[in-house]
Antibody, heavy 119, light 108 residues
Framework: QVQLVESGGGLVKPGGSLRLSCAGS????????MSWIRQAPGKGLEWVSY????????YYADSVKGRFTISRDNAKNSLHLQMSSLRAEDTAVYYC????????????WGQGTLVTVSS | QSALTQPASVSGSPGQSITISCTGT?????????VSWYQQHPGKAPKLMIY???ERPSGVSNRFSGSKSGNTASLTISGLQAEDEADYYC????????FGTGTKVTVL
C-alpha cells in the first residue's frame, strides 16, 4: 500500500536550519510530483512547495521562497526539504503529499513531522 | 497567493445536509476546474474527498459531492453522520496551490 513517512522534525532556534525527509513506498515514486504542505498549531493548511517527478520543475510559496529548498532522490524514493533562516512562524506540522501530473489533487499524505522554532 | 475563503464553522443535525463554500478569484477557482476538498480529523493527516470540483475518489461515500459556480466552489455533505465531524479544506491549483481557510463541521 502507498506510504509516505516524514522524518527530521524537531526543535530549532530562530535563524537555524533543519532538513526534513519523506520516504515513499508502495508506488513508483519517480512517476509522481511531490509537495510539502504545513499546518501551524491550531491553524489551517498552507502549501509550501512542489517538485516535478523528474525534479526539473520547482515552485515555492512566497512565505518560504529564498529560505527553503525542495529536492528529491528518485533512486532512494525520497523527498527532502532543506529549511534555513527559520522563523517562529515556520513552526508547524509538515506533511509530504503526492500528486500526478495532470491530476491536481493530493491523493496520499504522510502523517506529518513537527517543526518547532523557538529560543 | 491569498487563501481561499471558507466559513469558519458549519453545523447540522444527523441526517441533514450541509454545504461549505470556498470563494476564490477569477485567477484560481474561477479559471480552472481544479478544486479539491480534504477532510481532517484531529491529529490526523488530511484525506482527499473530492477532486476536479466534483469527482469522488474510490472509497469516499457518495454522501459527499462538489460543485462550482463562478469563483465559488462548494462541498455538500448529505445525510450528515457523526463521523463527518471534522475540519474541511478546499484547495485550488493555478500554477501553484492555495488552500482555503478551513471549516469546522459540527454534528449537533
Amino acid at each position: 500500500q502507498v506510504q509516505l513517512v516524514e522524518s527530521g522534525g524537531g526543535l530549532v532556534k530562530p535563524g537555524g536550519s533543519l532538513r526534513l525527509s519523506c520516504a515513499g513506498s508502495g508506488f513508483t515514486f519517480s512517476d509522481y510530483y511531490m509537495s510539502w504542505i504545513r499546518q501551524a498549531p491550531g491553524k489551517g493548511l498552507e502549501w509550501v512547495s512542489y517538485i516535478s517527478s523528474s525534479g526539473t520543475t520547482i515552485y515555492y510559496a512566497d512565505s518560504v521562497k529564498g529560505r527553503f529548498t525542495i529536492s528529491r532522490d528518485n533512486a532512494k524514493n525520497s523527498l527532502h526539504l532543506q529549511m534555513s533562516s527559520l522563523r517562529a512562524e515556520d513552526t508547524a506540522v509538515y506533511y509530504c503529499a503526492r500528486w500526478s501530473s495532470g491530476y491536481y489533487q493530493f491523493d496520499y499524505w504522510g502523517q506529518g513531522t513537527l517543526v518547532t522554532v523557538s529560543s | 497567493q491569498s487563501a481561499l475563503t471558507q466559513p469558519a464553522s458549519v453545523s447540522g443535525s444527523p441526517g441533514q445536509s450541509i454545504t461549505i463554500s470556498c470563494t476564490g478569484t477569477s485567477s484560481d477557482v474561477g479559471s480552472y476546474n481544479l478544486v479539491s476538498w480534504y477532510q481532517q480529523h484531529p491529529g490526523k493527516a488530511p484525506k482527499l474527498m473530492i477532486y476536479e470540483g466534483s469527482e469522488r475518489p474510490s472509497g469516499v461515500s457518495n454522501r459527499f459531492s462538489g460543485s462550482k459556480s463562478g469563483n465559488t466552489a462548494s462541498l455538500t455533505i448529505s445525510g450528515l453522520q457523526a463521523e463527518d465531524e471534522a475540519d474541511y479544506y478546499c484547495c485550488s491549483y493555478a500554477g501553484v496551490y492555495v488552500f482555503g481557510t478551513g471549516t469546522k463541521v459540527t454534528v449537533l
